[in-house]
């Protein structure tokens, strides 16, 4: 695994500009539709600042595509075979969690994400970066307390969770070891 953070925030940040501007959307646009302040927004496409989870979260949902499509669009990865050395590995500024792009790029509707939660760490998503993906869970080490709406799951090493209707969620580790999970996104075709 390689991790490309300032190389892998440039290219974030390019993508993002890229993603707004085929919309024909100005920065004032994204900011009133993704809640966040058009000087962040300017900032990270600069990639003079790394975007946090929560925050690409927020863009995505505005240009309704998942955190993998952009992630994806931004690696640039091409191929049929995601190789393990050569996967790049984004980690959020504000809580270290650390996610990889496991599937290679392709045209079926579906992306296969590893993700590591550091012991303390809450990542946060609204019900609108879920309208238009379907996710399991899968956790393969350590627990994961997962906050769906209301309803909360706790999900130890092997459990599997599929998510229901678009809801408000927490990834959250209250464990004593990082969580390891990996995260099945299919989008509707």
Sequence with gaps: MSTLSDNLDRCLGERIRAEREVRGWSLTD??????????????????ESSPTAALLGRLCAAFSISISTLMARAEGQSGRVSRAEGRPVWVDPETGYR????SPPSDMPLDVVAVELPVGARVAYGADNFTFVRQMIWVLAGDLTFHEGATVHTLA???CLALGAPADCLYENRGDVPCRYTVLVVRPG
Excluded: C
Aim: aromatic share 0%; charged share 35%; proline share 0%.
């Design 30 to 47: 994204l900011s009133e539709r993704a809640a966040v302040s058009r000087a962040m927004i300017h900032k990270v496409e600069r990639g």
């Design 99 to 102: 996610r990889e792009q496991i």
């Design 157 to 159: 090493a092997g459990d």
